[in-house]
């Protein structure tokens, strides 16, 4: 079993930031790529990024440009930054991990308005 503990949510203006980060801890070596979704009222969950122990990130078009994933291998840490966020940003994002299965942490709510 994997544990997902993710951090960093809140409210934001338009063209603000934040950073995420999530914690993994359990079976951390069969952990093969982590990432984060995230999930709008009356959505469906939807990939925003992904990064895998190689390295190799991936992107949802709609944050190419504005998020970056990038992980803390000494921390078990993966973490999501995110610039000039828009209202549309406005989510519960999840922490993932795949390995022997797919984890989920408890999502972070991520707001942004004026």
């Known amino acids: 079993q994997v544990q997902l503990v993710e951090s960093g949510g809140g409210l934001v203006q338009p063209g603000g930031s934040l950073r995420l980060s999530c914690a993994a801890s359990?079976?951390?070596?069969?952990?093969?790529?982590m990432g984060w979704s995230r999930q709008a009222a009356g959505k469906q969950r939807e990939l925003v990024a992904q990064?895998?122990?190689?390295?190799?990130?991936n992107y949802a078009d709609s944050v190419k440009g504005r998020f970056t994933i990038s992980r803390d291998n000494a921390k078990n840490t993966v973490y999501l930054q995110m610039n000039s966020l828009k209202p549309e940003d406005t989510a519960v994002y999840y922490c993932?991990?795949?390995?022997?299965?797919?984890?989920w942490g408890q999502g972070t709510l991520v707001t942004v308005s004026s």
């Open positions: 990064i895998t122990n190689g390295g190799y990130t």
């Open positions: 993932n991990a795949i390995g022997r299965g797919t984890y």
């Open positions: 359990g079976a951390i070596f069969s952990i093969y790529a």
